[in-house]
């Protein structure tokens, strides 16, 4: 089913900065969240962000320690298969929160237009990385499926170019 085939992503939307007076203090999430990241959200402006990955890494764990358990089983060729694919899952989705918590420092820095003058090389740098990141987190928010995420062909590339 389509629940099923979504149950390995989770995201939460991230919504515009707002700073308080005085502050530096920036909102940093909606109180949206969603277990399969079907969030029927369109605000302008919210990004969704990936959350409960811990979950997903315990599971990941989980699934390793049963293939491992079968491989003595006559499949071993393709239980050596899943290992992989598994394997993909867990270094891209590691790969992916340092990427989004990266993006979520430098989204804090850039949101002044102070530093924006004061950097502006740097500025249209985040700018353009910042475009790719929303992209990329609005086409994981059509298709939550963590597998189908994180397996794209070019996935681990991109990421680690953003």
Same mark, same amino acid.
């Given at each position: 089913?389509?629940?099923?085939?979504?149950?390995?992503?989770?995201?939460?939307?991230?919504?515009?900065?707002?700073?308080?007076?005085?502050?530096?203090?920036?909102?940093?999430?909606?109180?949206?969240? $969603?277990?399969?990241?079907?969030?029927?959200?369109?605000?302008?402006?919210?990004?969704?962000?990936?959350?409960?990955?811990?979950?997903?890494?315990?599971?990941?764990?989980?699934?390793?320690?049963?293939?491992?358990?079968?491989?003595?089983?006559?499949?071993?060729?393709?239980?050596?298969?899943?290992?992989?694919?598994?394997?993909?899952?867990?270094?891209?989705?590691?790969?992916?929160?340092?990427?989004?918590?990266?993006?979520?420092?430098?989204?804090?820095?850039?949101?002044?237009?102070?530093?924006?003058?004061?950097?502006?090389?740097?500025?249209?740098?985040?700018? $353009?990385?910042?475009?790719?990141?929303?992209?990329?987190?609005?086409?994981?928010?059509?298709?939550?499926?963590?597998?189908?995420?994180? $397996?794209?062909?070019?996935?681990?590339?991109?990421?680690?170019?953003l």
């Open positions: 089913s389509e629940s099923s085939s979504r149950r390995g992503s989770a995201y939460r939307t991230r919504g515009p900065r707002r700073r308080t007076s005085g502050s530096s203090t920036h909102s940093k999430h909606s109180s949206m969240e $969603s277990s399969t990241g079907a969030s029927s959200d369109s605000t302008p402006g919210m990004v969704p962000i990936l959350t409960n990955v811990e979950s997903i890494f315990e599971t990941l764990e989980h699934h390793h320690a049963l293939l491992c358990n079968c491989a003595t089983n006559s499949f071993s060729e393709d239980l050596g298969k899943w290992q992989k694919r598994l394997q993909t899952l867990e270094t891209v989705l590691h790969l992916w929160m340092d990427v989004q918590r990266d993006w979520d420092e430098m989204e804090d820095i850039f949101a002044s237009g102070d530093v924006r003058a004061i950097l502006p090389k740097e500025s249209r740098i985040f700018t $353009s990385a910042d475009q790719s990141y929303r992209q990329l987190m609005k086409e994981v928010k059509s298709n939550a499926n963590i597998y189908q995420s994180t $397996s794209k062909s070019g996935r681990t590339e991109f990421l680690t170019k």
